[in-house]
């Protein structure tokens, strides 16, 4: 509900979804759930799935993590930097 309440008054949030595309935690169906729910709400969404990026794809060291879970992927790492300071720049600097 309160999650519900902070979402129902978020028409001007831009949010900016970056997955790893081989996270096992993360199913299409939560994505889409996920997704839908910002829609329904007016939230200016964007979902950016990275290839062969698995959970935590952000952290040089998942490398160390030994679950296949887990991985450091450093394009994909780099490409989700650059889009969430794009998006700062965007909303924050007018």
């Known amino acids: 509900e309160k999650q519900k309440q902070l979402l129902s008054n978020s028409s001007s949030m831009k949010v900016l979804l970056c997955n790893g595309a081989d996270d096992p935690f993360i199913s299409n169906a939560d994505l889409e759930a996920c997704t839908t729910s910002f ?3 007016g939230v ?27 991985g450091y992927h450093e394009k994909s790492a780099v490409e989700s930097w650059d889009e969430g300071i794009r998006l700062m720049k965007e909303e924050l600097i007018r």
Not at 49 to 66: C, I, K, M, V
């Open 39 to 41: 829609s329904k709400c």
């Open 44 to 70: 200016d969404w964007r979902l950016i799935s990275y290839e062969n990026a698995r959970h935590g794809f952000t952290n040089p060291a998942q490398d160390l993590n030994p679950s296949e879970a887990f």
